[in-house]
């Protein structure tokens, strides 16, 4: 039994009701029902409890402590925690509650990422999740930062990891080729099993053994999957969590905000496309083991840069409105239209592609759409 109190809603179940009233409060609401179902489900019945720990009490290390102190560890009962703090957005930290208490924790991690195309273009998280990310490089050496740490370090807690091989977020993009999901749930559920091996070793199993890659294009295919761990953190946010991380998810893009250093934001928005670039070459140059492979494996890194220039024009449109320059944000705006005319164009040239971004999405967000017509207007009527 997985139960889940935090983060619940019923949109998408009308004939349902009910609400969980303080549910991040372990007097109150965690600590009774963790009690009653370690004793209904674990004790009474033995069966396996899973109770997951999102939008309850991951956030807060003091509660979870004060949980675990109360609870009972049985064999059949598990934690469950995301591997970072928070939704699944890259720079977020990784979370502080790993490692802690008691009871055997299981470790939650999304493949396809909500925030981040969904298995539409290439973006390889398996080795970030377990052996650190780039963004966790400088938090503090006497934290665990990363799987592999929390393993080495508190064995007995290790319960495994779950992965989110598909799933997350509300609409599209919708994938038809599975691949870059699979790449990520594969590598992470062979090491799960077994966490001395190292992460390369089991990439390398599948890129050849799963895949079909032989000899140089394994390490082509490693560096292209490697490009795309960077690429994606530079282009959606910055390696130092200069945007907020909520601009853009699904298929729609929100009016960027920035939060802290704009020319260092800026400069990986071009490292970014850059990295895009590289990983569209090295795409073209692997032998694939068969004709939709490329194809695939071609399109998916293509839809990757021209989704990833949007991102790039708009973020310096943001800047050049930020700095009233209005000969820059006649340029960005060009080249936003522009970017756009380029990606909804791709769908011709490369089948298998996912569904596309749109401009109209406005679920959850509001529309980068609305702001940027008051800005045309408003240029326009000052004769630019």
Same mark, same amino acid.
């Not at 939008?55 to 925690?81: C, T």
């Not at 895949?211 to 294009?217: E, F, I, T, V, Y």
């Not at 910055?238 to 699904?250: A, E, G, L, N, Y």
């Not at 893009?253 to 670039?277: C, F, H, T, Y």
């Given at each position: ?13 009308? *004939? *349902?009701q009910?609400?969980i009233? =303080?549910?991040?409060s372990?007097?109150k609401?965690?600590i ?8 209904e ?34 064999? =059949? ?6 591997h ?19 009871h ?19 973006n ?6 377990i052996?650190g ?9 006497d ?10 370090t ?12 598909r799933g997350?977020?509300w ?42 890659l ?7 295919f490693r ?14 946010n ?10 853009t ?9 920035i ?48 989704l ?13 409105? *930020? ?16 970017a ?45």
């Amino acid at each position: 039994m997985v139960v889940r109190i935090g983060e619940t809603y019923l949109d998408d179940a009308p *004939h *349902h009701q009910g609400a969980i009233a =303080n549910k991040k409060s372990p007097g109150k609401t965690i600590i009774p029902l963790m009690q009653l179902l370690r004793e209904e489900v674990c004790v009474k019945h033995n069966k396996k409890l899973i109770f997951r720990t999102w939008g309850s009490f991951d956030h807060d290390s003091k509660a979870y402590q004060q949980v675990s102190d109360a609870i009972d560890p049985h064999p =059949n009962l598990m934690i469950s925690i995301k591997h970072c703090e928070g939704d699944f957005h890259r720079g977020n930290s990784f979370s502080r509650s790993i490692g802690q208490g008691r009871h055997p924790q299981i470790i939650e991690v999304q493949c396809a990422r909500e925030y981040e195309g969904k298995g539409a273009y290439p973006n390889y998280i398996a080795r970030g999740v377990i052996e650190g990310f780039e963004e966790h490089a400088d938090m503090p050496t006497d934290k665990i930062n990363s799987i592999r740490e929390f393993v080495e370090t508190k064995p007995e807690l290790y319960g495994g990891i779950w992965t989110w091989s598909r799933g997350g977020g509300w609409d599209g993009p919708y994938i038809k080729n599975e691949f870059w999901c699979d790449l990520n749930a594969w590598v992470l559920a062979q090491w799960a099993q077994d966490p001395t091996q190292s992460e390369e070793a089991i990439f390398d199993r599948y890129a050849k053994d799963r895949l079909g890659l032989k000899g140089g294009d394994v390490e082509k295919f490693r560096k292209l999957c490697l490009l795309s761990t960077d690429a994606v953190v530079r282009g959606r946010n910055s390696t130092r969590r200069d945007m907020d991380p909520w601009w853009t998810r699904d298929q729609g893009i929100a009016w960027p905000i920035i939060k802290g250093d704009r020319q260092r934001n800026l400069k990986q928005k071009d490292e970014s496309v850059a990295l895009w670039k590289e990983i569209v070459t090295l795409a073209e140059s692997i032998q694939w083991p068969d004709a939709k492979s490329r194809e695939h494996a071609i399109g998916s890194a293509t839809y990757g840069l021209r989704l990833y220039e949007i991102y790039r024009s708009l973020i310096y449109l943001e800047d050049a409105e *930020h700095r009233k320059d209005k000969a820059a944000m006649r340029q960005w705006l060009q080249a936003y239209d522009d970017a756009w005319k380029v990606y909804n164009n791709l769908p011709s040239s490369h089948p298998q592609l996912a569904t596309l971004y749109t401009r109209n999405y406005s679920r959850h967000m509001k529309k980068a759409e609305s702001k940027l017509q008051k800005l045309r207007e408003t240029l326009a009527r000052q004769g630019e």
